[in-house]
DNA sequence: GCTTTGACTGGAA
DNA sequence: GTTCCAGCCAAAG
């Protein structure tokens, strides 16, 4: 029972992403609910984001690693993942930088950067 | 309630 | 390496 929307559970997965990481449209979208919804959850961002809303859309980049926006906003998104620490590899975020929802930790360094 | 849109994804050219 | 095509889903008009 989905008491709440999708866009709603998607801004909570967003917000759930760490300082200085990123995740993929298709890892938010799996993890509110539906990884076939990568384009919902663009379509959520768009209507709730905006900004001013001081969710961290910034951390949410396509499949990649890639910046999703174009122009300007992207670049603005890039400056701002990297004065996160997020290193870039050309124009796309290094692998290594990607959140992934439901990671457990088996290991104490594994969490670590 | 149907149609349009959109910050996507994966595969092929 | 980039660009194009088709498929998917949810919110807004």
Known sequence: MEAVSFSRRVLAAVHRIPKGRVATYGAVAAAAGNPL???AVATALRSAGGGGN????H???ASGGRIALRGE???EQ?????????????SRVETAYLFRFGMRRVSPDSTSV
């Open 73 to 75: 906003a992207g670049l």
């Open 78 to 90: 890039r400056i701002r993942l990297e004065g996160e620490g997020v290193r870039f590899r050309g």
């Open 54 to 57: 001081g969710l961290p859309w």
């Open 59 to 61: 951390r949410v980049v």
């Open 37 to 39: 919804a990568a384009r």
